[in-house]
């Protein structure tokens, strides 16, 4: 694949060796890194997507899985995942294996962030009927990535938040220790309360068993 290669060649091109080592220590990644910053790797992709252009649907998700299954650099998958957001008018609720199969294999907040809430949340929007009944079947699985998707999928939806989605899915949660679950709780509730201060703060009161952590975050500009 010309994309592929090409971009395995542009990161190794603007690689910053020096700064390749503190970038994986910070991330906790057993993927070594090339050093590339996310702005020099964001004007890469540009570059990239503008020079090899897809020709359909099928041909861009085996080029992001060839980039994400085969990276030998952290910065390989962040391209993949730059890749996943550059054609809007694919994006449709049939990609979901796509994204589980990269929110599983990922397995840390870099990726799963990203895929929650700008591919997963914008399909829920536009196909709630579809995803909803997903994202509860995710909130109670036994990977905790697919769980805090679930919790934070709903970031960007405002006025548009499932508040009964969002209720479901931090309760199927609120007794796990797991650090990214808690915090994910208390960043959902706190991004919410930008819109529906007083659900959330109904919600953190009816729920005396939120984590120290989760109700600290959701409150945070609740006073």
């Known amino acids: 694949m010309d994309l592929v290669g090409a971009a395995r060649a542009g990161l190794a091109r603007v690689a910053d060796p020096a700064k390749a080592e503190d970038m994986r ?35 861009w998700v085996a080029t992001v899985l060839e980039l994400w299954r085969g990276a030998e650099f952290r910065e390989e998958r962040y391209l993949a995942l730059d890749l996943t957001g550059a054609y809007p008018r694919w994006q449709n609720t049939d990609l979901m294996p796509l994204y589980d199969e990269l929110v599983v294999t990922g397995a840390w907040w870099d990726f799963v962030d990203e895929i929650a809430a700008r591919r997963v949340g914008p399909l829920l929007r536009a196909d709630h009927d579809t995803l909803a009944p997903l994202m509860r079947v995710w909130s109670r699985d036994t990977d905790r990535w697919r769980r805090r998707t679930s919790v934070i999928c709903q970031l960007g939806s405002k006025a548009a938040t499932d508040t009964d989605l969002l209720a479901d899915c931090v309760e199927a949660n609120v007794a796990d220790p797991d650090f990214f679950l808690r915090k994910g709780i208390g960043w959902a509730l706190r991004e919410f309360a930008k819109t529906e201060p007083g659900w959330v703060r109904a919600f953190v009161e009816d ?11 959701a409150l945070k500009h609740l006073g």
């Open 25 to 59: 220590r910070y991330m906790k990644s057993a993927l070594p890194f090339r050093g590339v910053a996310k702005p020099e790797r964001s004007r890469l992709a540009k570059a990239l997507f503008a020079e090899h252009p897809l020709p359909d649907k099928d041909t």
């Open 207 to 217: 729920h005396p068993t939120l984590s120290k952590l989760s109700r600290r975050e």
